[in-house]
């Protein structure tokens, strides 16, 4: 078997595994079992990459197989991965594990929550390792149904209409995403599903590219939260459970990113260098509005999720500059903000456990009563709004010097537009911080609530770690990912 198939395994041995689990206990033993061994499992693969490479391994895609599964259409399972997949196979895992953790208490119905917990973590695992057009739009699939029953049934406040508007809309983008992708088959030659062989012949001809390639873009910009079709996203993020939350806003939505970078710019460059200026301004626009709509939010979750509206922008943004470095910034820019937001979600989820409620106006003086939630609280904050030696720092500064080496007027632009967004995060970050921590507890039942427990206090050190990791450590990751890169970013040089 080869290695890089034990992601898909592993999910679904933790699937039978609960199917047969009794109690809670037993359901819980399952899950650390599963996602710790992903966790070790994608560590194994990034040192193994690593060491590959420092080897003088010059393939493309390392740890490749290929199995034919339906020969007539030319589909096949073909998987295999470079420093960008490692990354976020890497940041999937962490946020797996700790999402187990922030769930550790979840009722009713824990069994059936944490089965479709493990379809969707399949999902996206399948979706980073695989490199044929057919095998990847499956796994987007896998991972997008469940969405609909983990927020419909174990979510709160409006959880129906917020379930049904998600599934719709990123069903909408599945659509156009299907249609570009059987575009660029036939526009191929209908001999290969394979992207790497795609890329090779280079031979979809520049009146299709500019057909399929807005839907392409458009189909996996919807998960990316691009702009005008963001708007399934604060309602989704607000609605759903905690660890849903983390894995979606910290994994799923890099499903976008991840896709119009490896799949709509690599195998159609001519359209993307004659078609980005469209995409570049609604990205732009998502940096910006997103970043507004959350100073004006009152709701922690509905912060946060604007918030993602921005920093995703931002990787969409940076990855339509079509340079080395804006692109290595995209990419840790999705690892920093896929565990920002996990971070600050897991913080969300504990904080309204206790005082059921997230309203911003109804808290304050919550560093006296939890001070451990309210530090890390602060941490994430810090962490959001670029503090050096954290990860958005690194990631944004790598975005932004990367876009302003295009030395056009337009491209220059838009860039020094974008940067406006770190100002607006750091006025609502410290606003909200000063707000919800600092200052007298008015209310006296929150006078009486507890801090983290342990389980509680473990998932939020592990993220806390990474984060803090990222930023102080950065470069054999930025390293690993530059590499990565290179040869999308050669396709897309005129």
């Known amino acids: 078997m080869n290695f890089l198939s034990l992601f898909v395994l592993i999910p679904l041995l933790m ?71 490692v990354a976020m196979l ?56 469940p969405m609909y029953l983990l927020i419909g049934v174990w ?27 059987l575009g660029i088959f036939f526009g191929a030659g209908g001999t290969t599903m394979n992207i790497l062989e795609i890329a090779r012949l280079h031979n979809i001809p520049f009146a299709q590219q500019c057909i399929w390639f807005p839907l392409t873009f458009l189909g996996f910009g919807v998960l990316g939260a691009l702009f005008p079709f963001h708007t399934w996203s604060p309602d989704g993020h607000a609605s759903a459970p905690t660890a849903v939350s983390m894995l979606h806003a910290g994994v799923l939505m ?15 460059p001519e359209a993307a260098n004659e078609l980005s200026w469209i995409f570049l301004i609604l990205t732009g626009i998502s940096v910006v509005y997103g970043a507004f709509s959350a100073c004006v939010q009152t709701d922690l979750k509905y912060i946060n999720a604007y918030s993602s509206v921005s920093h995703c922008g931002l990787v969409l943004f940076a990855v339509l500059m079509m340079n080395q470095t804006a692109a290595t910034g995209a990419v840790l820019q999705m690892l920093s903000h896929g565990l920002m937001t996990a971070l600050f979600f897991a913080l969300i989820g504990m904080i309204y456990g206790r005082t059921h409620t997230r309203d911003v106006r109804e808290l304050n003086g919550l560093m006296k009563v939890m001070p451990f939630l309210s530090v890390c609280y602060v941490i994430a904050g810090l962490a959001n709004l670029g503090l050096p030696g954290l990860s958005g720092f690194v990631a944004e500064m790598t975005i932004f010097v990367g876009s302003f080496q295009n030395f056009d007027v337009f491209h220059r632009t838009l860039t020094i537009i974008a940067c406006s967004s770190i100002v607006i995060t750091a ?58 890169v290179l040869p999308v970013v050669s396709h897309l040089i005129p």
């Not at 129906?160 to 069903?171: D, G, H, Q, V």
């Open 155 to 181: 979510g709160s406040g409006r959880k129906e209409y917020a379930a049904m508007k998600l599934t719709l809309m990123l069903m909408g983008g599945s659509a156009f995403l299907l249609i570009g992708i």
């Open 254 to 268: 890099k499903l976008g990113g991840y896709g119009c970078f490896r799949i709509a710019m690599y195998l159609m």
């Open 90 to 145: 890497l940041l999937s895992a962490v946020i797996v594990f700790t999402g187990t953790f922030a769930s550790w208490k979840l009722q009713p119905l824990t069994k059936e929550y944490f089965l479709w917990f493990t379809l969707l973590s399949m999902g996206v695992f399948g979706f980073f390792i695989s490199i044929d057009l057919f095998t990847m739009f499956m796994f987007y699939e896998i991972a997008l149904i």
């Open 15 to 85: 699937l039978g595994g609960l199917y047969l689990a009794k109690g809670i206990k037993a359901i819980r033993g399952v899950m650390v079992a599963g996602s710790t061994a992903l966790l070790i499992l994608s560590i194994v693969l990034t040192f193994l990459y690593l060491g590959e490479r420092q080897a003088g391994a010059t393939a493309e895609m390392l740890f490749r197989a290929d199995t034919v599964w339906y020969a007539p259409l030319h589909i096949s399972y073909s998987v295999g991965v470079d420093g960008i997949s």
């Open 427 to 484: 006025v609502y970050i410290l606003r909200l911080v000063g707000k919800i921590l600092y200052g007298t507890c008015t209310n006296k039942h929150h006078l009486a609530l507890t801090d983290a427990t342990w389980d509680e206090r473990f998932a939020v050190i592990c993220l806390i770690i990474c984060v803090a990791g990222l930023g102080m450590a950065p470069f054999w990751v930025s390293h690993m990912i530059g590499e990565s």
